[in-house]
């Protein structure tokens, strides 16, 4: 099994970081754009798809700042690997970026920058952001 690789992906947003903050740590508002639906239960996550479902656990949250998820499965080094969405404001200019870090498999390493990439532009669609 090839060792997962980290990156970032760093987005441009239209929208304060309260309103972007609550479509990536909630529930109803990952379901509007990051799976077909989300339950949870404390900081256990479910996420569901056409084709099956996957287990998150919340393991670290700061309000309208960050939110990391690690899925739960049974790679033998699932314990370093998570997903973490964290919004970052310009002190000047006030423009606001979400940042994304990840880990792929080095032969997937394009097709997961795209589908995130996907995942994001539906993010935008939602919030009506360009």
Not at 17 to 43: C, H, I, K, M
Not at 59 to 69: D, H, P, S
Not at 81 to 91: A, H, T
């Amino acid at each position: 099994m090839s060792k997962k690789i980290p990156f970032i992906l760093e987005i441009d947003f239209q929208a304060s970081p309260q309103l972007l903050f609550q479509y990536l740590s909630t529930p109803s508002g990952l379901s509007e754009w990051f799976a077909d639906d989300v339950n949870s239960r404390g900081e256990d996550f479910t996420f569901f798809w056409d084709d099956g479902e996957e287990k998150a656990k919340l393991i670290q949250k700061k309000n309208n700042e960050r939110v990391r998820f690690q899925w739960l499965n049974d790679d033998e080094d699932a314990d370093q690997i998570y997903f973490e969405f964290k919004i970052q404001v310009d002190e000047i200019t006030k423009d606001v970026s979400l940042i994304i870090s990840d880990f792929s498999d080095e032969d997937e390493l394009e097709e997961s920058k795209m589908l995130w990439e996907n995942l994001v532009a539906s993010l935008k669609q939602v919030l009506g952001s360009s």
